[in-house]
């Protein structure tokens, strides 16, 4: 089912949480809201799920039709919390089952009905094992699960997600968002997934819209929103950067920087990725002259910084182990910088 939101805002007294967002999510699709704290993505998931209403004028669809009036349980949604309270008094299998349970009767599954339900559901959730253990049994990750198992028990027709992993430590979190990949691709429900954690987002998502300041600045691929962002919000918020003040063209970091789309001779301001800054012993024309001053390892990849010897600014770099080995860098050492991927803005962005 698709979900589209129309002209939403929503003001809490004198503060607006949202300004007039408009989104669409096709059937199927799993979008991110990612964006910093306050940035209102849980308004807006909690505006679609119907718990929350937005400012008159706004609408949400669900396959075209407006539900703005449609109430909470009408909706058929699953919601997964960040701390989504399991009954503790009560197994995995009959937490699973309660939402078949408390259909009114002439909806309710009979029991067997109810076992092969869950049955199902644990198996999707790799928990079959599970069934009879109680919440306090079982780790973080696998309550996590039980939730979403729980959720989807009542067929819903979308999914919501708010920061459903936030709680759990990081290697945990690595294994449930591809578990949740995986998971999707199998049952192809429409979700949305509020986090702020770019990493989960761009591995996840069909599409993230980056959140900031109650209105999404870019609703993309995860490809495009990291190697195209569409303004200097977007580029700060998923990754490191260098940033470079300059006028275009004019000087450096202007011809090390050919991709640049900012006019010539216009103020702009360049930011380039730490991983498309590439060193080298011998100056290729156009480059920087720098000065390394300090190497850091870091697993696979080895960062780097750099003074620039004409204005003294820092920048970081990020290089494979192979290609630090064969530069053979130092500190001390000076080098020659050129900048890949270089993104420029005009300079009068605010963020
Ligand atoms: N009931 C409320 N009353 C007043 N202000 C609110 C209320 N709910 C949210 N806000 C404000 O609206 C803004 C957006 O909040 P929201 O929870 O949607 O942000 P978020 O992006 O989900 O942030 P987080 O990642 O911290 O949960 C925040 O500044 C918040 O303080």
Redesign the pocket.
Known sequence: MSIEVRKIS?T??A?Q??KDVNLKVESGELVA?L????????????IIAGI?AADLGGEVLFDDVDVSDTDLGKRRIGFVFQSYALFKQMSVFENIAFGLRAKPWRERPSNAQIKAKVEELLSLVQLSNFAQRYPSQLSGGQRQRVALARALAVEPRVLLL??PFGALDATVRRELRRWLRKLHNTIKITTIL?T?DQEEALEVADRIAV?NG?HIEQFDSPEAVYERPANPFVFRFLGNYNLFHGRLAARTPVEAAPESVVAQGEKAVTFVRPHDVEISRANGGGSIAAKVTHVGFAGAAVNVELVRLDDQQLIDAELSTQTYRDLALKVEDQVFVRLRNAHSFADDYTI
């Not at 964006?35 to 909690?46: H, Y």
């Open positions: 929503k809490y007294s503060f949480a949202l809201l964006g910093p704290s306050g940035s209102g993505k849980t308004t807006l998931l909690r929350e708010d920061e509020v702020h959140m109650g």
